[in-house]
């Protein structure tokens, strides 16, 4: 999967001295490079007009470059601790984590956004924090909350909790507050251990 940091113009959480050292700014700026990766490879591949398509393309990165003299574990979107050194949940340990490790997160609740999440246990598309699962909202409807959120609320200076913030907004602005759109981000973002997951007001 290519990179597309070209894509992102002045992209989230890439301030100066945070592309490459620990914290999950840096690792935000990295997360959206994946992702619009992915989404760059579903359109290619799976896209019709100016729909983002659901199928044609996988949830892992640079899964083509593996050959049998670089058998490298493929760094996975749906759960990044299978590479043996990145986390599945949001802690504040993340601050000391390099950039390709703290990364995951993003792409992790991405892919719950996207995919939902199974539930299933020890499924390793399911997550304790979501023992009942989720359902998903698709490609185009993530790829558009993403955008939203990106090019209207995040900045260099983003971080992980500031990305779930901008997500919320950007679903409430897309799609209308309280909508299965909006309840998916914040359940999504729940699915790491990043904030609550949402609760239907009493009528």
Request: net charge neutral.
């Amino acid at each position: 999967m290519a990179k597309t940091r070209f894509l992102l113009g002045r992209p989230a959480g890439a301030g100066p001295e945070r592309t490459e050292g620990p914290g999950d700014g840096g690792g935000l700026n990295e997360a959206n490079s994946d992702i619009n990766g992915a989404m760059v490879a579903f359109d290619a591949r799976g896209g019709r007009l100016d729909q983002v398509g659901d199928r044609g393309a996988a949830w892992t990165i640079g899964a083509q470059l593996i050959t049998p003299l670089h058998p490298k574990p493929v760094p996975s979107m749906y759960k990044p601790s299978l590479d043996g050194k990145s986390p599945d949940a949001w802690s504040e340990d993340l601050e000391n984590l390099l950039v390709h490790r703290s990364s995951g997160l993003m792409n992790r609740l991405f892919h719950f956004l996207n995919q939902g999440a199974s539930a299933k246990a020890p499924s390793p598309y399911a997550t304790s924090y979501l023992p009942k699962g989720m359902h998903g909202i698709g490609n185009d409807k993530c790829a558009r909350i993403g955008c939203r959120a990106m090019a209207g609320y995040l900045t260099s200076l983003s971080n992980d909790p500031d990305a779930r913030k901008a997500c919320i907004q950007a679903a409430r602005d897309l799609f209308g507050a309280g909508g299965p759109e909006e309840r998916a981000v914040w359940n999504a973002c729940h699915g790491i251990h990043g904030g609550e997951p949402w609760v239907a007001s009493e009528p």
